[in-house]
């Protein structure tokens, strides 16, 4: 089945250590996104790719960065963990529909962020 | 801006009760709609979405129909189960916003034997 993969699905960094997340997807989806999302609360886009094309949202950390290799592959760069930052962070991508009706996104399963 | 308001959690039902989960949203655009469900520990899944005045979406029993007059997208289900425990999300993307989704707060609902 087509998916969206996230790895791994639990991490656990120290204080300041620096740490990748990782996300692939089999949906030949253009479109890639990366959530914050902390307890009780809503996701929070970080930032997304359309293409090669990385968009920062305004109240982005700069201590969060991004790298898409290629259309299956993008990852979440985290240079210097502290403590507000444990969540848990999610993938998910779309077809490009600019212009059109916004399409769906679909979600990975994510991956929860434990920083001692 | 665009903004989703969703009813507060958590909602506490027995099982086969009525679910209703009111939504409402503002937008500059013309929005699709989305309601996504997570359970424990997992990312989000899409339930069901509409993309159009009067559109009704629907799945595993739950439904959803767009409402413009009213600016809602209520989410409903005539008999939940104990397995329909989680935290739905109302969303709402725009043409404007090149599909960026805007949720609502999410609310908890936990249905007991």
């Known amino acids: 089945d087509a998916m969206v993969i996230q790895n791994p699905r639990y991490q656990v960094t120290q204080f300041g250590k620096p740490v990748t997340l990782s996300c692939s997807q089999t949906?030949?989806?253009?479109?890639m996104y990366w959530y914050q999302q902390k307890s009780s609360q809503a996701p929070k886009l970080l930032f997304h790719?359309?293409?090669?094309?990385?968009?920062n949202e305004a109240d982005t950390p700069d201590n969060f960065q991004s790298r898409r290799p290629n259309t299956s592959f993008c990852f979440l760069d985290i240079r210097s963990p502290g403590l507000g930052d444990a969540a848990m962070y999610l993938c998910?991508?779309?077809?490009?529909?600019?212009?059109?009706?916004?399409?769906?996104?679909?979600f990975g399963p994510g991956t929860r962020l434990t920083v001692l | 801006g665009d903004s989703v308001t969703q009813m507060e959690g958590p909602v506490t039902l027995s099982e086969e009760a009525f679910l209703t989960i009111n939504c409402t949203y503002t937008?500059?655009?013309?929005?699709?709609l989305f309601w996504y469900v997570q359970y424990p520990g997992e990312g989000l899944q899409l339930l069901l979405k509409?993309?159009?005045?009067?559109d009704k979406g629907s799945n595993k029993g739950f439904e959803a129909t767009y409402r413009k007059e009213t600016t809602s997208f209520h989410l409903e289900k005539g008999s939940v189960q104990v397995s329909d425990s989680a935290v739905y999300f109302c969303?709402?993307?725009?043409?404007?916003?090149?599909?960026?989704?805007?949720f609502g707060a999410g609310t908890q609902v936990v249905v007991t034997p």
């Open positions: 998910a991508t779309s077809r490009d529909n600019r212009g059109r009706r916004p399409d769906t996104q679909y």
């Open positions: 949906l030949n989806h253009n479109v």
């Open positions: 790719y359309y293409d090669k094309d990385f968009n």
């Open positions: 937008a500059t655009g013309y929005p699709s």
């Open positions: 509409a993309t159009k005045a009067d």
């Open positions: 969303a709402l993307s725009t043409t404007d916003s090149w599909g960026k989704l805007q």
